[in-house]
């Protein structure tokens, strides 16, 4: 089963995407800061990564970046989220290597259609591993 | 008549060696290799103060009347250690404006005042007559005990003038004096030749001096301790040395003591080597202490040839003579002879720099104003003047010395050699007054100077000149005794019935007291001239750097005119010195440029040095057209100066300034851009709350829609959720209102007289189900009075609950407590909040009460479980409603507990006339 990590320090998105993503058939796991998150990462690299950016400590953009500095993670799909809604912040998170961008709040269909999308695009054949 | 011969060979010899010793000065001077510029030549050209007077003339006053004569070299010591500064601002002077003497330098003080300068002349030679006949009587009778001994020297003055061997000496020292003076007029009217001689001749009378003083004590006695001890086996002479001795006692002490103080300045021959002849006031200071060592040395032997003189009895002859006698008894001749040479020495020292001081005075005081006024000089202006001002001063030297020698007939056998040297003493001192007050008191005035001088010199004349007539039997001793037709108070040595005083101390005494009381009365009532008022302001203020150097000459000439008149005074090759140390351009009589002002000042200066400064004068204003400038100008300049220097300070503070604005400049910029900053901050961060509440509102209530599997529980926990959500935005939406309106000033309140004590209890109330539920333990410290403040009652419960609020969600979640506590202090009421939680640092005290602190926060320290959550915005809202309310709201150090205090104090109000009206 596609494996996808959430991160987020507010308790109620995290259960809300939470709740999406096991609505769309994927095995979730949750991490309320930037930390817990990499340990996670490092113990069972999910398929997907969901990443807001403002995490207390570790701020999301320098788990993005830690995460694509590492061969493991190098091509691991990652959907930024922000409740900033500055193009900046966007593009900064492009450059550092974020796959998509989602800005809060969001409509959930569409975010569970990118994370398809994405699923898609990084992992054809193996699809059932 | 053999040793009259040797004596006389050895006088010439000795001042062919002076003589000598003057001509390679000067050829070194010509050379730019000064042998005067040394302290050491310069502290024993002042030695000059020794003279005859000294040599011969200080064992017989010591023999007389005790230790008194140390208070004659006790005053110089005194003014060369404590005056010198007041010496060196007369150096400056001299040097500056080129005086050429003493009379040269009151004139210059008092406007160039060219009756001054006569009067100060005139008063000179008067008081120099004794003192010139001193030195003469001096050689004489020193010539004759050596030359007579063992008989009495004949001191008498011979009836034939010509038979006299004083009126010879009066006549080789002229010619002497003549020939080694007044070789060449010079413009700086400096005599290096005649300094290094006298210096040479202050190491001669010292050599002598102290020969003899050995001789005495070593060789006619076996030391000091064996001359002691056979001088105790006289009493009389052990107590002549007493203390007591002094005449006049105290006043005796202290009337001879500032008698030599001031005459060791005033006396024309010492101003000529202290003043006008020093190089370089650096040499001062070191003579300030090498003078007096010379005093000191030269004393040392006095009292012991005193009292070998003594004990020598007849064959000593007269107590001014012992140095002479005392050798000669023992048969020592040939040391006799250098004994002889040394008081030569003494006295001609003193002789050749007075005579040339005084008839420099006389030439350019007296006889050239005279000269210049008269027509016939006008008419033929190509004539060489320098030469007759030369021959002018060779007769005034002779005259001066023949007046001398006139003393000397007349009065000389009177007074004993001490005594006609105070007399002279007296006489100058007359001078300190206006020299040393016009060094201070820029409003002593020419006619005050003037009449103080003359009342000075008339009551000297009365009390010291006269009587000296009087004991030569010239005069009745009737006058002396009773007074003049009879009247008492008149008496010379008693005026006013002052008696008891010696008479130096007298009479100086009453002339310097009518000298300074005139000085001062005329002072007050007269007026200075623009000249005078320069020249003041210029003395007294010439230690002032910039002052000397002030151009006075505002007039106008050619430099063909200037350098005529140069060139006439001065001759051609000195004059185009003068032209080109002031320009490049060699001067030519037919040049019709005009000349500069600073060529004007130089020209009149060069003159002055060669003329004094009176002439001078006179001379510059018939060629300069426009006078010189007077005061106001003369002070602008110097304002002008002073100006400057304001100016430049004020261009530094300005500067300075400017440099601190830029600094407040830039600051104000960082902070504008922080604001900058900051605004884009606050409108992420308003941005980011607002979304964040909304991000899950939309998520569940799109879940809800959707209906995609969720357990009823999971439908009821979400609508919670929304509801939580949206009431959290409404409350963060309230808030950031609040905070628009506090920030705009349109935040709608309602003051009125509230009790602060009863609203403090109500906001308790509000929070207690709350407290309880967290298990806070509140503690309340409310007053039992009402607490009465203007606020807004609703704005300022919602301060207390935030506060309390705060307390408890940062107390220490394991045994929460919080104070609240209110109390009165001075004009306010103060309501704390306290804490047992981790506290505010110090440097974090103010930034809580930025917006969004709190977010910013917890999003750096990453402790997002442990932190309470709020919206951030409590505090600012808090603190703009507490200074809406001209309240105060901080952090302070905590007071009961470990952690936060926040204090909120409003100023008290009246209590309300109606007590029964409820508040909050």
């Given amino acids: ?129 | 008549m053999n040793r009259e011969l040797t004596v006389l060979a050895f006088a010439f010899g000795y001042l062919a060696i002076l003589f000598l010793i003057a001509a390679w000065a000067n050829r070194r001077a010509e050379q730019g290799r000064s042998v005067i510029n040394s302290s050491l030549v310069y502290t024993l050209s002042i030695a000059v103060y020794c003279t005859a007077w000294t040599f011969y003339g200080s064992v017989g006053r010591a023999t007389d009347s005790g230790p008194s004569f140390l208070l004659i070299y006790l005053g110089p010591t005194l003014a060369m250690l404590l005056g010198w500064y007041m010496i060196r601002k007369m150096v400056r002077i001299a040097r500056a404006q080129r005086i050429t003497s003493i009379a040269d330098f009151i004139s210059a003080r008092y406007g160039k005042s060219g009756f001054l300068a006569a009067l100060v002349t005139l008063i000179a030679i008067l008081a120099i007559m004794p003192y010139i006949a001193l030195q003469l009587k001096a050689i004489t009778i020193s010539h004759a005990v050596l030359t007579g001994y063992p008989s009495l020297p004949d001191t008498g003055a011979n009836s034939l003038f010509t038979l006299d061997q004083t009126f010879w000496v009066a006549l080789v020292l002229a010619l002497f004096i003549i020939l080694f003076g007044t070789r060449h007029l010079d413009a700086s009217e400096r005599h290096e030749g005649m300094v290094a001689a006298i210096a040479f001749e202050s190491i001669v009378k010292l050599m002598a001096f102290l020969a003899v003083g050995l001789f005495v004590v070593f060789w006619l006695y076996q030391g000091p301790g064996d001359l002691l001890q056979q001088a105790a086996a006289h009493p009389s002479l052990i107590n002549s040395m007493g203390l007591d001795q002094v005449p006049g006692g105290v006043t005796g002490w202290v009337g001879t003591l500032l008698l030599a103080t001031l005459a060791f300045i005033t006396l024309p021959r010492q101003f000529q080597v202290l003043v006008v002849e020093n190089v370089d006031e650096r040499h001062l200071k070191r003579a300030s202490w090498m003078f007096p060592l010379y005093l000191l040395i030269i004393n040392l032997f006095v009292i012991p040839i005193a009292f070998a003189g003594v004990l020598l009895g007849e064959t000593g002859q007269s107590p001014d003579s012992f140095v002479l006698t005392l050798p000669l008894a023992a048969g020592q001749n040939t040391l006799a002879l250098l004994v002889f040479i040394g008081g030569l020495a003494a006295a001609t020292g003193m002789v050749i720099v007075e005579t040339i001081a005084l008839s420099t005075m006389v030439s350019n005081h007296l006889v050239m104003p005279l000269l210049l006024k008269s027509r016939w000089l006008h008419l033929d202006p190509l004539r060489d003047i320098s030469r007759w001002v030369l021959n002018i001063r060779r007769i005034a030297i002779l005259l001066i010395l023949l007046l001398g020698y006139a003393y000397h007939v007349l009065v000389g056998d009177a007074y004993s050699l001490v005594t006609i040297g105070l007399v002279s003493f007296a006489a100058v001192a007359q001078f300190a007054p206006s020299l040393l007050l016009g060094l201070y008191w820029r409003e002593a005035k020419r006619l005050g100077a003037a009449i103080g001088l003359i009342g000075g010199i008339l009551v000297w004349a009365w009390t010291l000149l006269i009587p000296g007539f009087v004991l030569s039997g010239w005069i009745d001793s009737q006058l002396i005794e009773k007074g003049p037709w009879g009247i008492e108070w008149l008496r010379p040595y008693a005026l006013m019935g002052l008696e008891g005083w010696d008479i130096y101390t007298h009479s100086l005494f009453w002339s310097l007291t009518v000298n300074v009381g005139l000085l001062l009365f005329v002072s007050l009532f007269t007026r200075q001239s623009q000249l005078e008022q320069t020249q003041a302001a210029i003395f007294t203020a010439a230690l002032r750097s910039d002052v000397m150097q002030t151009p006075v000459w505002q007039g106008q000439a050619t430099r063909g005119e200037i350098y005529q008149l140069l060139s006439r005074y001065l001759g051609a090759a000195a004059s185009q010195q003068i032209f080109t140390r002031v320009d490049a351009h060699p001067p030519t009589s037919e040049d019709i440029t005009p000349a500069p002002s600073r060529l004007i000042s130089q020209a009149e200066q060069a003159l002055t040095g060669a003329l004094g400064s009176t002439s001078a004068r006179v001379l510059m204003n018939s060629v300069v057209r426009g006078e010189a400038l007077d005061l106001e100008a003369v002070l602008s300049i110097l304002d002008t100066t002073t100006q400057t220097l304001e100016y430049n300070r004020r261009l530094e503070q300005k500067s300075t300034e400017l440099a601190q604005i830029g600094e407040e400049l830039k600051a104000a910029n960082t902070r504008l851009r922080e604001l900058d900053k900051l605004k884009d901050e606050f409108i992420a961060m308003v941005s980011h709350e607002l979304r964040t509440p909304l991000t899950s509102i939309r998520a569940f209530a799109e879940i809800l829609r959707d209906n995609q599997g969720a357990s009823p529980e999971q439908q009821a926990h979400f609508l919670s959720i929304i509801v939580k959500e949206s009431e959290r935005l409404s409350r963060l939406i309230e808030e950031i209102l609040d905070l628009a309106r506090l920030e705009s000033g349109r935040m709608q309140l309602n003051p009125q007289r509230i009790d602060f004590n009863q609203l403090a209890k109500d906001s308790v109330d509000a929070l207690t189900r709350l407290f309880e539920e967290h298990q806070v333990q509140l503690e309340q410290q409310l007053p039992n009075q009402e607490a009465w403040v203007m606020a807004d009652p609703d704005r300022l419960q919602q301060v207390i609950i935030n506060l309390l609020e705060n307390a408890r969600k940062f107390a220490d979640p394991k045994a929460p407590q919080v104070v609240l506590s209110l109390f009165q202090d001075k004009e306010s009421w103060v309501l704390t909040v306290e804490d047992n939680g981790a506290g505010i640092p110090t440097q974090e005290r103010e930034k809580v009460f930025e917006k969004f602190h709190q977010i910013q926060q917890r999003q750096t320290s990453g402790d997002n479980q442990s932190r309470p959550k709020g919206t951030g915005l409590g505090l600012p809202i808090s603190r703009g409603i507490i200074e809406h309310q001209k309240g105060q709201l901080q952090v302070e150090d905590p007071h009961q507990l470990s952690g936060a205090r926040l204090v909120v104090r409003l100023p008290c109000a009246t209590a309300p006339l109606d007590e029964t009206s409820p508040a909050g």
Avoid: W
């Fill in chain 1, 1 to 129: 089963m596609t494996h996808v990590l959430v991160v987020d320090d507010e308790p109620n998105i995290l259960l809300s995407l939470e709740f999406l993503m096991q609505q769309a058939g994927f095995e979730v796991s949750t991490a309320a800061d930037g930390e817990t998150a990499l340990e996670r990462i490092n113990q069972n690299c999910p398929d997907l990564l969901l990443l807001d950016i403002s995490l207390p400590g570790i701020s999301g953009f320098e788990v993005l970046e830690t995460l694509r500095s590492a061969p493991r993670t190098r091509r691991l799909p990652i959907i930024m989220l922000t409740a900033h809604g500055r193009e900046v912040e966007k593009e900064k998170g492009m450059a550092l290597g974020a796959d998509d961008y989602v800005t809060k709040p969001f409509s959930t269909q569409q975010l569970v259609e990118r994370v398809r999308q994405l699923l898609d695009e990084t992992q054809p054949p193996t699809a059932d591993v």
